[in-house]
């Protein structure tokens, strides 16, 4: 327990306001009339109390330090007119206006980050919220996006594609290691992820066996973000697919690297490329998306070209190669058929692809064996299809192996496809070939779906997740899969 350090143990009685005070050494306040304690100490129970520190007091230690726990700074503080303690420690505040219990908040909780009342969604750290704004889901891992720029990363590392220099699984958020000033992130159904920074640059971390992490090398991962090699425009945005990845410069050119067995690299070859290759003809890219061996670009009109496998339809040019590899994959961009100028935003599958347009209605197309599609059946489609239900208020898509999920304007989301291991977030294990309300806890803001698994973030900057959780993908401390959405554990507070 800390002790007051009391200046007086006399009690004196002061002529000018005529009342006895534990003082010792009053003074009288010739221009306010009264009697006051010296300079360095404060009235606090009818005693002058000697402040030590940083709004610390002198402790059983005699060190001068703040208290680190509720019942020593429930004692502290300098009592103003009010009848509000206006002088606490460091760190601590009187949140309830009252002298009764001192100053009984501290400021490093969700709901007082830094200032009473001042809350946080998910992490507060040194005082200052830092929520999630951005979400990646992988094959066996999730990574978020935070405000301070740095990124956190939970579940499967094998690969190190959680980024802390390890590859040690994680059950809860791990900080990337060494990485700032991030501005998005990207992650789908493969082990390796990859960062777009303030400046332009791109990093990328995890498996690298096709050369997906465009660092000019094959083989060896990288448990520890890597630069991209690729001098000239700054890029705008990246896409981590399976064993690929693509991004877009401000310029609007379009670069891929990685796997390109089913010539999703775009150049026209099926030659694997180990460092970032322009894409045939696409020079005015506004966004990209990677699915599983196929890849898309939204070109400055709003017109939408796929390119890669096409095995089950998922170019969406009409063609397919009823789920024979190779039959009808396109090393070149193809344009998509029935779209026109409307594509608002995109979303790729392993083995579909889906489009949001400018007047929020969503289409898909390819393999539809589990209702990934959305239109209410489960046969093959080769051109854009519309979701069901879904024609108006889509903000975005994201598709897995065998499903798919929409963000909805209203904060909610919707999924459909399997959902044998809770895909669909609705409480049940019931496939459903049209769209159904995910049970989230709160509205969401921004979408990413894994393999099996699915993740938001929240108005409130929190990230829940549900379905499989083999690895601790959910971040929710179990390898429990979820029928329902989980919230997601916040991350240890740096020491930074």
């Given at each position: 327990?800390?002790?007051l350090v009391l200046v007086a143990l006399c009690v004196c009685l002061c002529a000018a306001c005529g009342?006895?005070?534990?003082?010792?050494?009053?003074?009288?306040?010739?221009?306010?009339?009264?009697?006051?304690?010296?300079?360095?100490?404060?009235?606090?129970?009818?005693?002058?109390?000697?402040?030590?520190?940083?709004?610390?007091?002198?402790?059983?230690?005699?060190?001068?330090?703040?208290?680190?726990?509720?019942?020593?700074?429930?004692?502290?503080?300098?009592?103003?007119?009010?009848?509000?303690?206006?002088?606490?420690?460091?760190?601590?505040?009187?949140?309830?206006?009252?002298?009764?219990?001192?100053?009984?908040?501290?400021?490093?909780?969700?709901?007082?980050?830094?200032?009473?009342?001042?809350?946080?969604?998910?992490?507060?750290?040194?005082?200052?919220?830092?929520?999630?704004?951005?979400?990646?889901?992988?094959?066996?891992?999730?990574?978020?996006?935070?405000?301070?720029?740095?990124?956190?990363?939970?579940?499967?590392?094998?690969?190190?594609?959680?980024?802390?220099?390890?590859?040690?699984?994680?059950?809860?958020?791990?900080?990337?290691?060494?990485?700032?000033?991030?501005?998005?992130?990207?992650?789908?159904?493969?082990?390796?992820?990859?960062?777009?920074?303030?400046?332009?640059?791109?990093?990328?971390?995890?498996?690298?066996?096709?050369?997906?992490?465009?660092?000019?090398?094959?083989?060896?991962?990288?448990?520890?973000?890597?630069?991209?090699?690729?001098?000239?425009?700054?890029?705008?945005?990246?896409?981590?697919?399976?064993?690929?990845?693509?991004?877009?410069?401000?310029?609007?050119?379009?670069?891929?690297?990685?796997?390109?067995?089913?010539?999703?690299?775009?150049?026209?070859?099926?030659?694997?490329?180990?460092?970032?290759?322009?894409?045939?003809?696409?020079?005015?890219?506004?966004?990209?998306?990677?699915?599983?061996?196929?890849?898309?670009?939204?070109?400055?009109?709003?017109?939408?070209?796929?390119?890669?496998?096409?095995?089950?339809?998922?170019?969406?040019?009409?063609?397919?190669?009823?789920?024979?590899?190779?039959?009808?994959?396109?090393?070149?961009?193809?344009?998509?058929?029935?779209?026109?100028?409307?594509?608002?935003?995109?979303?790729?599958?392993?083995?579909?692809?889906?489009?949001?347009?400018?007047?929020?209605?969503?289409?898909?197309?390819?393999?539809?064996?589990?209702?990934?599609?959305?239109?209410?059946?489960?046969?093959?489609?080769?051109?854009?299809?519309?979701?069901?239900?879904?024609?108006?208020?889509?903000?975005?898509?994201?598709?897995?192996?065998?499903?798919?999920?929409?963000?909805?304007?209203?904060?909610?989301?919707?999924?459909?496809?399997?959902?044998?291991?809770?895909?669909?977030?609705?409480?049940?294990?019931?496939?459903?070939?049209?769209?159904?309300?995910?049970?989230?806890?709160?509205?969401?803001?921004?979408?990413?779906?894994?393999?099996?698994?699915?993740?938001?973030?929240?108005?409130?900057?929190?990230?829940?997740?549900?379905?499989?959780?083999?690895?601790?993908?959910?971040?929710?401390?179990?390898?429990?899969?979820?029928?329902?959405?989980?919230?997601?554990?916040?991350?240890?507070?740096?020491?930074?």
């Amino acid at each position: 327990m800390v002790r007051l350090v009391l200046v007086a143990l006399c009690v004196c009685l002061c002529a000018a306001c005529g009342s006895p005070l534990q003082c010792g050494e009053l003074e009288y306040d010739a221009d306010e009339h009264q009697c006051v304690c010296p300079a360095g100490r404060h009235a606090i129970d009818g005693a002058c109390v000697a402040l030590v520190g940083d709004g610390g007091i002198v402790g059983d230690a005699g060190d001068g330090s703040a208290p680190t726990d509720a019942s020593s700074a429930q004692e502290l503080g300098d009592t103003g007119v009010d009848g509000s303690v206006s002088l606490c420690p460091e760190g601590w505040a009187d949140c309830d206006s009252s002298d009764d219990n001192g100053c009984e908040t501290q400021l490093d909780t969700l709901a007082h980050c830094g200032g009473c009342g001042d809350a946080c969604g998910w992490a507060c750290e040194h005082g200052v919220c830092n929520d999630a704004i951005a979400i990646a889901a992988g094959g066996l891992h999730s990574c978020a996006l935070r405000e301070a720029g740095d990124v956190v990363c939970w579940g499967d590392n094998e690969y190190g594609q959680l980024g802390d220099g390890t590859t040690l699984d994680s059950l809860v958020p791990v900080r990337v290691a060494g990485l700032q000033n991030a501005v998005a992130i990207s992650s789908s159904r493969g082990s390796h992820t990859c960062a777009l920074l303030e400046s332009g640059q791109v990093l990328c971390w995890g498996a690298n066996n096709s050369g997906q992490l465009g660092n000019g090398e094959t083989s060896t991962a990288q448990p520890t973000p890597v630069p991209v090699l690729s001098p000239g425009a700054a890029f705008v945005g990246v896409s981590a697919g399976s064993n690929s990845t693509c991004a877009w410069r401000s310029s609007g050119e379009a670069l891929c690297w990685g796997y390109n067995g089913s010539g999703q690299i775009g150049d026209g070859t099926e030659e694997r490329r180990v460092v970032p290759t322009p894409v045939e003809g696409i020079d005015d890219a506004i966004a990209m998306r990677v699915g599983g061996g196929h890849a898309c670009a939204i070109r400055s009109g709003r017109t939408l070209e796929c390119w890669g496998s096409n095995a089950h339809g998922q170019l969406g040019d009409g063609t397919d190669g009823a789920g024979v590899p190779d039959r009808a994959d396109s090393a070149s961009p193809t344009a998509v058929a029935n779209l026109g100028p409307s594509v608002y935003s995109i979303g790729a599958g392993l083995w579909n692809t889906c489009a949001v347009l400018a007047a929020g209605g969503l289409r898909c197309w390819g393999r539809n064996s589990e209702g990934q599609v959305g239109d209410g059946t489960t046969t093959l489609r080769n051109a854009p299809t519309t979701v069901r239900g879904l024609e108006s208020g889509v903000l975005g898509v994201d598709g897995g192996t065998f499903h798919a999920c929409a963000l909805i304007s209203t904060g909610a989301v919707e999924c459909w496809g399997r959902n044998n291991e809770g895909e669909l977030g609705d409480g049940t294990s019931v496939d459903r070939s049209a769209p159904g309300p995910v049970a989230l806890r709160g509205a969401a803001i921004a979408l990413a779906t894994g393999v099996a698994h699915s993740c938001v973030v929240t108005a409130e900057g929190a990230v829940e997740c549900w379905g499989r959780n083999l690895a601790g993908n959910l971040g929710d401390g179990t390898t429990l899969s979820r029928t329902t959405p989980v919230a997601v554990l916040p991350p240890a507070v740096s020491s930074e």
